[in-house]
């Protein structure tokens, strides 16, 4: 069983950044890809970014790629979402999502809702124009 704690939402200006973290228990986190999604109120749960195992591989959203940088630190537990360059439109409940890695890795696969056992409670983020 894996536990995810997000922290690090919160409030910033369009143009802004803004980091959030993500935190999981147990001794098997290496093991596990991670992955960010979002959900603004009244739409459906999207993909954001995801990161491998060992964390050499990332894959993005286009509405991300360039401003957002996923990165984990297996030795912390800890998963984070870089968030640069934010715009209204980025604003939205961010989740983080866990799944043990089977065979190669890879990020389209890795990119929807289905293949994650292991969710967080989300973290507001809120960007203002």
């Known amino acids: 069983q894996v536990q995810l704690v997000e922290s690090g939402g919160g409030w910033v200006q369009a143009g802004g950044s803004l980091r959030v973290s993500c935190a999981a228990s147990?001794?098997?986190?290496?093991?596990?890809?991670m992955a960010w999604f979002r959900q603004a109120p009244g739409k459906e749960r999207d993909f954001v970014a995801t990161?491998?195992?060992?964390?050499?591989?990332?894959y993005y959203a286009d509405s991300v790629k360039g401003r957002f940088t996923i990165s984990r630190d297996n030795a912390k537990n800890t998963v984070y979402l870089q968030m640069n360059s934010l715009k209204p439109e980025d604003t939205a409940v961010y989740y983080c999502a866990a799944t043990r890695q089977v065979g190669v890795y890879s990020g389209s696969r890795y990119s929807r809702p289905a293949p994650y056992d292991y969710w967080g409670q989300g973290t507001q983020v809120t960007v203002s124009s």
């Open positions: 147990g001794r098997t986190f290496s093991s596990y890809v």
């Open positions: 990161i491998s195992m060992s964390g050499g591989s990332t």
